[in-house]
């Protein structure tokens, strides 16, 4: 049973998105708004994660001189 709900759990949970997606009946304002605010934060973590490099020291440019986790 467990495995079974293991294995769902992604389909499902699209399937959820969807659903809250289908039943929100969104307007233009809250779309327009919630871009407003999605938008740059998603510039900001793909910058972020663009400028990072793992096998390297601590990164000191970039976002990350601008404030200590963009990625967060």
């Known amino acids: 049973m467990i495995r ?3 294995k769902l759990r992604v389909p499902l949970g699209f399937m959820a998105g969807v659903l809250v997606l289908y039943l929100a009946q969104p307007t233009e304002r ?3 708004l919630g871009a407003a605010i999605a938008v ?3 510039l900001l973590r793909i910058w972020a994660a663009g400028h990072l490099n ?3 020291e601590v990164a000191r440019s970039g976002p990350y ?3 200590r986790h963009p990625l967060y």
Do not use: Y
């Open 4 to 6: 079974t709900i293991a």
């Open 30 to 32: 809250s779309v327009a």
């Open 40 to 42: 740059p934060g998603e």
């Open 54 to 56: 793992r096998w390297k």
């Open 65 to 67: 001189k601008l404030m």
